[in-house]
T-cell receptor
Framework: NAGVTQTPKFQVLKTGQSMTLQCAQD?????MSWYRQDPGMGLRLIHY???????DQGEVPNGYNVSRSTTEDFPLRLLSAAPSQTSVYFC????????????FGQGTRLTVV | AQSVTQLGSHVSVSEGALVLLRCNYS??????LFWYVQYPNQGLQLLLK??????LVKGINGFEAEFKKSETSFHLTKPSAHMSDAAEYFC???????????FGRGTSLIVHP
């Protein structure tokens, strides 16, 4: 019963490098989303998807890219890392009903130097 | 449109004292409301949710919340705080037609011996 799995748990990048944060869920959830968590800012939505092949921007999408080729996977790409992207990133999934709870991964702590 | 306001970024209580974490929401349609808890270095997990079945909702670990439509509030309470309750707490709102829930900025609960 894996739920939502995020990899890696920790990552250090140099400014300008690119990388992909992986997110996979095994609950057949339609909706998936990426958040970043910064001190005093709570959770801010980066991108979300309501199904395979469908993605949309959230509150803070700049510098990030996503795709959803399968129901299970929703990777987040940092195109050219910047120190402002130092944060903790969470992936979440849920079924496509407003009453449904979201299930979160354990997070990826990213530091950009 | 929907939004959530959590009053107080930090709440400090003594062990055994009442815990009260405040959440006010705004929604143009009847909302579903959630409280999530985040322990250090972990993802968020559901504490309880309001689905319109009952205004007083009981959750895990002795927490409960009461939905008050007239006050647009969904405050979280626990009669007696325990050291293990120290965590970040997030209120969230989801309403029909919205794809992704909206989260508050979070309240950090500090429990003193």
């Amino acid at each position: 019963n894996a739920g939502v799995t995020q990899t890696p748990k920790f990552q250090v990048l140099k400014t300008g490098q690119s990388m992909t944060l992986q997110c996979a869920q095994d609950m057949n959830h339609e909706y998936m989303s990426w958040y970043r968590q910064d001190p005093g800012m709570g959770l801010r939505l980066i991108h979300y998807s309501v199904g395979a092949g469908i993605t949309d921007q959230g509150e803070v999408p700049n510098g990030y890219n996503v795709s959803r080729s399968t129901t299970e996977d929703f990777p987040l790409r940092l195109l050219s890392a910047a120190p402002s992207q130092t944060s903790v990133y969470f992936c979440a999934s849920r079924i496509g009903r407003a009453v449904a709870e979201a299930f979160f991964g354990q997070g990826t702590r990213l530091t950009v130097v | 449109a929907q939004s959530v306001t959590q009053l107080g970024s930090h709440v400090s209580v003594s062990e055994g004292a009442l815990v009260l974490l405040r959440c006010n929401y705004s929604s143009s349609v009847p909302p579903y409301l959630f409280w999530y808890v985040q322990y250090p270095n972990q993802g968020l997990q559901l504490l309880l949710k309001y689905t319109s079945a009952a205004t007083l909702v009981k959750g895990i670990n002795g927490f409960e919340a009461e939905f008050k439509k007239s006050e647009t509030s969904f405050h979280l309470t626990k009669p007696s705080a325990h050291m293990s309750d120290a965590a970040e707490y997030f209120c969230a709102v989801s309403a029909g037609g919205s794809y992704i829930p909206t989260f508050g900025r979070g309240t950090s609960l500090i429990v003193h011996p």
